[in-house]
T-cell receptor, first 114, second 114 residues
Framework: KQEVTQIPAALSVPEGENLVLNCSFT??????LQWFRQDPGKGLTSLLL?????REQTSGRLNASLDKSSGRSTLYIAASQPGDSATYLC?????????????FGTGTRLQVFP | DAGVIQSPRHEVTEMGQEVTLRCKPI?????LFWYRQTMMRGLELLIY????????DSGMPEDRFSAKMPNASFSTLKIQPSEPRDSAVYFC????????????FGSGTRLTVV
């Protein structure tokens, strides 16, 4: 059974720092991995989608890497800003014939202070 | 692209009443998912559809919950009768194999049962 873990659970940093959020999964047979952002009281916004054949994806100040063999993904946030404060969730889609669902981690709650 | 549209945004109802949540997926997406989010349990998959057919409803908590997808552009999640423990945020999401199975979430319905 696939399990997804995110470390740390919470992070508080001053503005301007470069950050790394970690996501690990137990079964390397994944179809893709997706990073989401959730603001308090809001829905989930997709940030980056990495297919199993890819090693990384970039969008602006965000870079996500994927290492299937070690069961890890990292989300790198460059030059953090207070507007980056949110909960970040990673989720994997198993490469399975009988399921199409995403399995979510518990999230990292990020606070960036001025 | 209007994204995934959910209604209502907020719902407050009395215990025992019927509640119906609605979702319009992104046009062309053939997968639709219903999730529930609480502080205690995080994101839970309730049910998902492929081409309007329910594929996995193992996450539906009990018979009080039912979901339908009468056509490709509309789905409902019904709770009858509602109970206070059903209070949560309910999210709908859609995806497509032609978009790499990336999920797009709606803004959610915050349900409060008093």
């Amino acid at each position: 059974k696939q399990e997804v873990t995110q470390i740390p659970a919470a992070l508080s940093v001053p503005e301007g720092e470069n950050l790394v959020l970690n996501c690990s999964f137990t079964d390397s047979a994944i179809y893709n991995l997706q990073w989401f952002r959730q603001d308090p009281g809001k829905g989930l916004t997709s940030l980056l989608l990495i297919q199993s054949s890819q090693r990384e994806q970039t969008s602006g100040r965000l870079n996500a890497s994927l290492d299937k063999s070690s069961g890890r993904s990292t989300l790198y946030i460059a030059a953090s800003q207070p507007g980056d404060s949110a909960t970040y969730l990673c989720a994997v889609k198993d490469r399975s014939y009988n399921t199409d669902k995403l399995i979510f981690g518990t999230g990292t709650r990020l606070q960036v202070f001025p | 692209d209007a994204g995934v549209i959910q209604s209502p945004r907020h719902e407050v109802t009395e215990m025992g009443q019927e509640v119906t949540l609605r979702c319009k997926p992104i046009s062309g997406h053939d997968y639709l998912f219903w999730y529930r989010q609480t502080m205690m349990r995080g994101l839970e998959l309730l049910i998902y559809f492929n081409n309007n057919v329910p594929i996995d409803d193992s996450g539906m908590p009990e018979d009080r919950f039912s979901a339908k997808m009468p056509n490709a552009s509309f789905s409902t999640l019904k709770i009858q009768p509602s109970e206070p423990r059903d209070s949560a945020v309910y999210f709908c999401a859609s995806s497509s194999p032609y978009r790499g199975y990336g999920y797009t979430f709606g803004s959610g319905t915050r349900l409060t049962v008093v």
